[in-house]
């Protein structure tokens, strides 16, 4: 009977492995979406990453050199990426951290911009998702840009 429960506990603690791998990729797909619809100039993609209420925001230096927070429209986003632009919006990521509980998703990741072949800045995005009838979709974003002090992990 002992081995039985033992055996028990294990498939369930698998197949709660199992769901939550499946759920984190799915999270990794409407971020990676994002910045393929970026690299494709493709609006309708980048649009169907987001949820419809949506914050983004953007820690920079302002003009005195103080850190500030900025809060950016989604679709001024969209608009520039689907504005024609002579080379290609690349933000390359690397995935450093994904929490999943239930409908709420909080991703880490740190990322280098380039635009064409030329690097711009660098940072780390932070992105809070939602999962509901249509699946995951970005809620919140902040992120942090600096030119230096890039991590190694993103190519």
């Not at 429960?5 to 197949?15: H, W």
């Amino acid at each position: 009977m002992k081995q039985l429960s033992i055996i028990i506990l294990l498939g369930v603690l698998g197949f709660a492995s199992f769901a939550q791998t499946n759920e984190e990729e799915a999270v990794k797909a409407t971020i990676n979406q994002l910045f393929e619809g970026m690299r494709k100039a493709d609006t309708a993609l980048v649009r169907r990453a987001f949820a419809k209420q949506n914050v983004m925001q953007t820690i920079v230096k302002g003009k005195d050199g103080k850190s500030e927070v900025r809060t950016e429209s989604v679709d001024g986003f969209i608009k520039a990426v689907g504005t024609p632009h002579a080379a290609q919006y690349d933000e390359r990521i690397v995935f450093t951290k994904v929490l999943v509980d239930a409908n709420l998703a909080s991703v880490w990741t740190d990322y280098k911009f380039y635009v064409g072949d030329k690097f711009s800045h660098c940072g780390v995005n932070s992105f809070q998702l939602f999962k509901g009838e249509d699946g995951w979709k970005i809620i919140y974003i902040i992120d942090t840009r600096r030119k230096d002090a890039c991590s190694d992990a993103v190519k």
